[in-house]
C-alpha cells in the first residue's frame, strides 16, 4: 500500500481492541479528518470495536448542553457510538463532553492522570519504559489511597494504573505506560517522501512522542496534513517527524479540518511563532466580578518572574497586567509550550498570540516539575475547610485535572481563584466596593468531592497559597484557611461566613480589599507592582 492513502484506506488498517495514541490538545492540533473516518467506518461496519483512546488533552468544542450527546461536533466527540471506544486515558475532558457522557454513565472506562503526567507517558511508550515515577498527584485523586485516576467503576474493575512507592523515604508515584498500536496525529504538510511539518500549528505537542510510541511497538502511524509539498522542499529544521516513523497520509478533503484551532476560519501566524503582530492582541475587559478577581490577583504579580494563567478567571490577569503597563515586566509560560506574548481564550486556548519563544508541550512539563514557575494563577471551583480544591470531577461528572497538578503542586506561589458563589448572582460594582443583590449557591465546603489541589501537600512543601474571590480573600494556613481581607460594602457575617459551609480562621489583622479594584478607572498599580 502507497503510503498517500485514502481516509477509508488509512481507517481500514485499525483492528478492534487497538490502542489509538494521538495528538491534539483542547482546540488545537486536533486530527478531525482521522476522528470522522474512524466513526464513519464504525457507523458501517461495527468495527473497529472496544478501542483505547489515548491523549493527554482531549480536543473538541467546549460544547454544552443540556441533552446528553447533542450538539457535539468536533474532536473524539464525533467517536461516540457506544462500542467504538472501551477505554480512555486522558488527561482532561472539558472539551469532549460527549465522551464525558459516556464516563459519567460507566460505558468507558476512564482513567485520567494529570496532563504533564500523561505527555511524560507517551514519552515513556516511546522509549519502552514500564512507567513514570513522579511526585505529582501525591494526595490528590490521582494517589491511589484516593481513586488512583480511575474516573468510574468500569475503571476501577480494570484494575490500577498507578501504585504508591517510597525510595529513600519519599513517596512517589508510579504511573503504568499506557499502550499504543495506532498512531493519529495532525501536521501541516508532508513532502513527497512523508516528511511532516507542523509549521502552521499554535503549540509543539506531543505527535513526535505518540508516533515513536507507535512505531517502536510496530504499530502503524497515520497523518492527517493540508497538504503534500515537493521532496526536499521542506527546511530540515521545520521537520518536526522523519518519513520513517510514517506509515500513512491522509490528506485533509474539508479545510475546516485543518484549522489553526476551532476559533479561527484563517491561519495566524502571530499563533504559530511564524510572526510577531504589532499592537498588544489582549482586550480591554467590561468591570465585572471576572476583573475583579483578576485585579485582585494582579496585585501579586512581580517583574521579572515566569508565571503561569489558568484558562477561564485567571486567564482575565493578562488583560489587567496588559491594561495597567505590567506586562512588559511578566513573562507567561503556559503548558501547550509557549513562553511570553498574550495567552488566548476560549476556543483559542491554548495558543498564545506573539510568543517570545516555543518550547515542546513535555518539555514545558518537565520544567514546570523542576521549579520554573514562581507564579501560577489558576481556578478555584470548590474549596473544603482543609483548603482543599475541587475542579476535576462535580456530582457524577467527570472533567479532570488537565495541567492543574502539575502545575499547583510546583510553582513556588500558587493562586486559586474563582467567584465565591456558584450559580446566577447579581452583584454590582459602586466605585469603592460591592453592592450584593442576588447571591448565589454554597462552594465552599465541609469536603470537596474530590481532590484536585492537595493543601496538605501544599504545606509539606511549604507553597504559598491565596484563595481570591470576588469578595473575600483567604490563605492557607495549618488546619485550614484564614480570611485575611473582604471587599468594601459586604456585609462579614450575611455575605461572607453566611455563606461558608464551616468557619474559616480570621485574621486579627483582616482588612478591606483595595477600593480600586472596584472602580472603573485604571488602578494605576504598576510603580507599586514594580517595588
Same mark, same amino acid.
Given at each position: 500500500?502507497?503510503?498517500?492513502?485514502?481516509?477509508?484506506?488509512?481507517?481500514?488498517?485499525?483492528?478492534?481492541?487497538?490502542?489509538?495514541?494521538?495528538?491534539?490538545?483542547?482546540?488545537?492540533?486536533?486530527?478531525?479528518?482521522?476522528?470522522?473516518?474512524?466513526?464513519?467506518?464504525?457507523?458501517?461496519?461495527?468495527?473497529?470495536?472496544?478501542?483505547?483512546?489515548?491523549?493527554?488533552?482531549?480536543?473538541?468544542?467546549?460544547?454544552?448542553?443540556?441533552?446528553?450527546?447533542?450538539?457535539?461536533?468536533?474532536?473524539?466527540?464525533?467517536?461516540?457510538?457506544?462500542?467504538?471506544?472501551?477505554?480512555?486515558?486522558?488527561?482532561?475532558?472539558?472539551?469532549?463532553?460527549?465522551?464525558?457522557?459516556?464516563?459519567?454513565?460507566?460505558?468507558?472506562?476512564?482513567?485520567?492522570?494529570?496532563?504533564?503526567?500523561?505527555?511524560?507517558?507517551?514519552?515513556?511508550?516511546?522509549?519502552?519504559?514500564?512507567?513514570?515515577?513522579?511526585?505529582?498527584?501525591?494526595?490528590?485523586?490521582?494517589?491511589?489511597?484516593?481513586?488512583?485516576?480511575?474516573?468510574?467503576?468500569?475503571?476501577?474493575?480494570?484494575?490500577?494504573?498507578?501504585?504508591?512507592?517510597?525510595?529513600?523515604?519519599?513517596?512517589?508515584?508510579?504511573?503504568?505506560?499506557?499502550?499504543?498500536?495506532?498512531?493519529?496525529?495532525?501536521?501541516?504538510?508532508?513532502?513527497?517522501?512523508?516528511?511532516? #511539518?507542523?509549521?502552521? !500549528?499554535?503549540? =509543539?505537542?506531543?505527535? /513526535?512522542?505518540?508516533? +515513536?510510541?507507535?512505531?517502536?511497538? *510496530? @504499530?502503524?502511524?497515520?497523518?492527517?496534513?493540508?497538504?503534500?509539498?515537493?521532496?526536499?522542499?521542506?527546511?530540515?529544521?521545520?521537520?518536526?517527524?522523519?518519513?520513517?516513523?510514517?506509515?500513512?497520509?491522509?490528506?485533509?478533503?474539508?479545510?475546516?479540518?485543518?484549522?489553526?484551532?476551532?476559533?479561527?476560519?484563517?491561519?495566524?501566524?502571530?499563533?504559530?511563532?511564524?510572526?510577531?503582530?504589532?499592537?498588544?492582541?489582549?482586550?480591554?475587559?467590561?468591570?465585572?466580578?471576572?476583573?475583579?478577581?483578576?485585579?485582585?490577583?494582579?496585585?501579586?504579580?512581580?517583574?521579572?518572574?515566569?508565571?503561569?494563567?489558568?484558562?477561564?478567571?485567571?486567564?482575565?490577569?493578562? #488583560?489587567?497586567?496588559? !491594561?495597567?503597563? =505590567?506586562?512588559?515586566? /511578566?513573562?507567561?509560560? +503556559?503548558?501547550?509550550?509557549?513562553? *511570553? @506574548?498574550?495567552?488566548?481564550?476560549?476556543?483559542?486556548?491554548?495558543?498564545?498570540?506573539?510568543?517570545?519563544?516555543?518550547?515542546?508541550?513535555?518539555?514545558?512539563?518537565?520544567?514546570?516539575?523542576?521549579?520554573?514557575?514562581?507564579?501560577?494563577?489558576?481556578?478555584?471551583?470548590?474549596?473544603?475547610?482543609?483548603?482543599?480544591?475541587?475542579?476535576?470531577?462535580?456530582?457524577?461528572?467527570?472533567?479532570?485535572?488537565?495541567?492543574?497538578?502539575?502545575?499547583?503542586?510546583?510553582?513556588?506561589?500558587?493562586?486559586?481563584?474563582?467567584?465565591?458563589?456558584?450559580?446566577?448572582?447579581?452583584?454590582?460594582?459602586?466605585?469603592?466596593?460591592?453592592?450584593?443583590?442576588?447571591?448565589?449557591?454554597?462552594?465552599?465546603?465541609?469536603?470537596?468531592?474530590?481532590?484536585?489541589?492537595?493543601?496538605?501537600?501544599?504545606?509539606?512543601?511549604?507553597?504559598?497559597?491565596?484563595?481570591?474571590?470576588?469578595?473575600?480573600?483567604?490563605?492557607?494556613?495549618?488546619?485550614?484557611?484564614?480570611?485575611?481581607?473582604?471587599?468594601?460594602?459586604?456585609?462579614?457575617?450575611?455575605?461572607?461566613?453566611?455563606?461558608?459551609?464551616?468557619?474559616?480562621?480570621?485574621?486579627?489583622?483582616?482588612?478591606?480589599?483595595?477600593?480600586?479594584?472596584?472602580?472603573?478607572?485604571?488602578?494605576?498599580?504598576?510603580?507599586?507592582?514594580?517595588?
Amino acid at each position: 500500500m502507497s503510503k498517500f492513502v485514502s481516509l477509508e484506506e488509512a481507517m481500514s488498517l485499525i483492528k478492534d481492541n487497538d490502542a489509538v495514541i494521538s495528538g491534539g490538545f483542547g482546540s488545537l492540533g486536533s486530527p478531525e479528518e482521522l476522528y470522522t473516518g474512524l466513526a464513519e467506518r464504525y457507523e458501517r461496519e461495527g468495527h473497529p470495536k472496544n478501542l483505547t483512546f489515548v491523549c493527554g488533552i482531549c480536543p473538541g468544542d467546549k460544547t454544552d448542553s443540556m441533552e446528553p450527546y447533542k450538539g457535539f461536533n468536533l474532536g473524539p466527540n464525533k467517536m461516540r457510538a457506544e462500542g467504538l471506544i472501551d477505554r480512555l486515558w486522558v488527561g482532561n475532558l472539558t472539551d469532549a463532553h460527549a465522551l464525558a457522557y459516556m464516563v459519567d454513565e460507566n460505558k468507558i472506562a476512564c482513567y485520567m492522570p494529570p496532563m504533564g503526567v500523561m505527555c511524560n507517558l507517551m514519552r515513556c511508550a516511546a522509549g519502552g519504559r514500564p512507567g513514570l515515577l513522579t511526585k505529582v498527584g501525591l494526595h490528590t485523586f490521582a494517589d491511589p489511597r484516593n481513586e488512583g485516576c480511575a474516573f468510574n467503576q468500569k475503571a476501577r474493575e480494570r484494575g490500577k494504573v498507578v501504585d504508591l512507592m517510597t525510595i529513600d523515604g519519599e513517596e512517589y508515584l508510579l504511573y503504568k505506560t499506557p499502550p499504543a498500536d495506532v498512531c493519529f496525529i495532525r501536521a501541516t504538510y508532508a513532502d513527497e517522501d512523508g516528511n511532516l #511539518s507542523m509549521i502552521h !500549528e499554535a503549540y =509543539i505537542g506531543t505527535e /513526535l512522542e505518540a508516533a +515513536v510510541a507507535a512505531h517502536n511497538h *510496530g @504499530g502503524i502511524v497515520i497523518a492527517q496534513v493540508e497538504a503534500v509539498v515537493p521532496r526536499n522542499s521542506l527546511k530540515v529544521r521545520d521537520i518536526r517527524i522523519h518519513n520513517k516513523l510514517v506509515d500513512y497520509v491522509v490528506v485533509a478533503k474539508d479545510p475546516m479540518n485543518s484549522r489553526q484551532c476551532y476559533a479561527t476560519m484563517k491561519y495566524r501566524p502571530e499563533l504559530s511563532g511564524e510572526q510577531k503582530l504589532a499592537g498588544n492582541a489582549t482586550k480591554v475587559l467590561p468591570l465585572n466580578m471576572r476583573k475583579v478577581i483578576a485585579r485582585r490577583a494582579a496585585m501579586e504579580l512581580r517583574p521579572g518572574i515566569i508565571i503561569n494563567l489558568g484558562s477561564g478567571i485567571p486567564s482575565g490577569i493578562g #488583560s489587567v497586567a496588559a !491594561e495597567e503597563g =505590567i506586562s512588559s515586566g /511578566l513573562t507567561c509560560s +503556559v503548558e501547550s509550550g509557549p513562553m *511570553g @506574548g498574550q495567552v488566548q481564550e476560549g476556543l483559542s486556548f491554548p495558543g498564545v498570540a506573539n510568543a517570545e519563544c516555543m518550547f515542546t508541550q513535555t518539555d514545558t512539563i518537565d520544567m514546570y516539575d523542576g521549579g520554573m514557575l514562581v507564579m501560577a494563577f489558576l481556578g478555584g471551583a470548590e474549596i473544603d475547610e482543609n483548603g482543599n480544591v475541587n475542579v476535576s470531577y462535580f456530582g457524577g461528572r467527570c472533567i479532570g485535572a488537565g495541567g492543574y497538578i502539575d502545575i499547583s503542586q510546583n510553582a513556588k506561589k500558587v493562586f486559586l481563584m474563582g467567584n465565591f458563589t456558584v450559580g446566577k448572582t447579581d452583584i454590582q460594582c459602586t466605585g469603592s466596593g460591592l453592592q450584593i443583590n442576588t447571591d448565589g449557591k454554597i462552594k465552599f465546603v465541609k469536603k470537596v468531592q474530590q481532590i484536585t489541589f492537595s493543601a496538605d501537600y501544599a504545606r509539606e512543601n511549604h507553597q504559598d497559597v491565596m484563595y481570591i474571590t470576588e469578595r473575600a480573600v483567604f490563605r492557607l494556613v495549618d488546619g485550614g484557611i484564614e480570611l485575611v481581607e473582604i471587599a468594601p460594602g459586604v456585609d462579614l457575617e450575611r455575605d461572607v461566613l453566611g455563606k461558608m459551609d464551616f468557619r474559616p480562621k480570621i485574621s486579627p489583622d483582616l482588612k478591606l480589599m483595595d477600593a480600586r479594584i472596584f472602580n472603573e478607572a485604571i488602578m494605576g498599580i504598576k510603580d507599586e507592582i514594580v517595588k
